[in-house]
């Protein structure tokens, strides 16, 4: 049994956005469509230690997931023609154990439909978010709720509500009328990133990297790009999602175990990434109404990705770039993240400054980030005894266990 919940696992983080996106084109309703894919799974945890895990799973879990559909329809007495020609299709081509060869056809285009009609503008920011890194980035309700500390509960409702919200606002399955999309585009590229963000450094688990999530919202990224090339935040985060990227072979050594920016092996990051993350962010510097919020953190991880080695990192002009888009994206972790360019711009007491200040205010408690940065300046100015206090508490905060041992390594190197 833990065998199949693994392999069920993991195969909803990779086929899961497609599974919902395929039914929710068939039903309308992306929250019945939701309901129905999480059924299939509740299904199959019940039937695959018995049978076996099928050759297609994807398949499997979207056929049986449109059968529990016309059984829904058939019981609201509500069989129209689209009911019909769905129930002939599957019981005049069964294959196996009755699942249809063809049941599943993952089209693009439908899961970027999911993305803008989770983050429809009836839902709140908060709602948007919740429910499409639940349907397309595949998180556990956990999971969500670790990225926004917020209690597992918070986001159990947020995700009903929005659902809920969908249905009764009757909001189509499409992606919209591009009058519409200046509306809508901010809060798509923020969840796609935020999918990224969460493959990119996982918060929690025993993995350090999530590619196959990473990639998806690459790969949305560029889909949104095609659909918007007149927008240049789209382009500019896909040339952000391009350079971060390009470092994935050289963030993990051999066992899944982290490696920090100082000691990667810069030969290993992906060159064509990295020019494909240029061309796009001169892509966005072409419409020349100035960079906005993605365009600077892809200029920062431009500077990362064409310098030599850490040394000979222009660091000055990374803190100008974070200064600026502290400015027009204020937040505590890119203040952080200006923290941390500082001490190698200038050295650690100047940044402890600005690190302290933001524990001083709240920001970012309960976070295993500030203690961990903290700890770096306090160990590189000498004061071992508070920099190890400093780790400590930043790998107990922390529930990603690579995380928690790159911390507690730190820790007991002092």
């Known amino acids: 049994m833990p065998d199949v919940k693994r392999t069920l696992d993991a195969l909803w983080r990779i086929e899961g956005a497609k599974i919902v996106a395929t039914l929710a084109r068939m039903t309308g309703d992306l929250g019945f469509a939701e309901d129905l894919a999480q059924e299939a799974v509740v299904e199959a945890l019940a039937q695959w230690p018995e049978s076996g895990v099928p050759r297609n799973g994807a398949a499997w879990l979207t056929a049986v997931a449109k059968r529990r559909a016309i059984d829904t329809w058939r019981r609201r007495e509500r069989l129209d023609e689209r009911y019909r020609a769905m129930a002939h299709d599957l019981e005049e081509s069964p294959v196996g154990d009755g699942i249809q060869a063809d049941a599943w056809e993952p089209i693009d285009d439908n899961v970027l439909r999911l993305i803008f009609t989770a983050c429809h503008p009836v839902l709140s920011r908060e709602g948007q978010i919740a429910l499409t890194l639940r349907i397309v980035g595949g998180l556990t309700t956990e999971e969500i709720a670790r990225m926004f500390l917020v209690p597992v509960a918070t986001i159990q409702q947020r995700i009903v509500r929005a659902k809920k919200t969908l249905t009764e606002a009757n909001v189509p399955f499409e992606v919209p009328d591009p009058s519409e999309w200046t509306s809508r585009l901010s809060a798509v590229l923020g969840v796609i990133y935020l999918v990224f963000t969460e493959g990119y450094a996982a918060t929690s688990g025993d993995l350090w990297v999530r590619v196959d999530l990473a990639t998806e919202a690459l790969r949305l990224g560029r889909v949104l ?114 923290a941390a360019a500082v001490s190698m711009a200038t050295g650690p007491a100047s940044a402890l400054r600005i690190v302290d200040s933001l524990a001083e205010n709240g920001a970012l408690r309960g976070s295993h980030l500030l203690p961990s940065v903290r700890g770096e300046l306090l160990a590189q100015l000498g004061r071992v005894d508070e920099a190890r206090s400093e780790f400590a508490t930043a790998a107990s905060l922390t529930p990603n266990s690579r995380q928690r041992d790159v911390l507690l390594a730190k820790a007991a190197a002092l």
């Open 225 to 338: 790009a095609g659909l918007v090339p007149t927008e240049p935040e789209a382009h500019a985060l896909v040339a952000l999602m391009e350079f971060q990227a390009s470092r994935f072979s050289a963030r993990v050594d051999a066992d899944g175990s982290p490696i920090l920016l100082a000691d990667q092996d810069r030969s290993r990051w992906d060159r064509a990434q990295i020019h494909r993350g240029r061309a796009a962010l001169a892509r966005a510097d072409e419409r020349g109404s100035g960079r906005g919020n993605y365009a600077l953190q892809a200029a920062i991880a431009e500077c990362h990705a064409l310098a030599p080695s850490v040394d000979e990192t222009p660091w000055d002009r990374i803190v100008v770039l974070y200064e600026a888009l502290g400015r027009i994206a204020p937040n505590p972790i890119v203040e952080l993240n200006r």
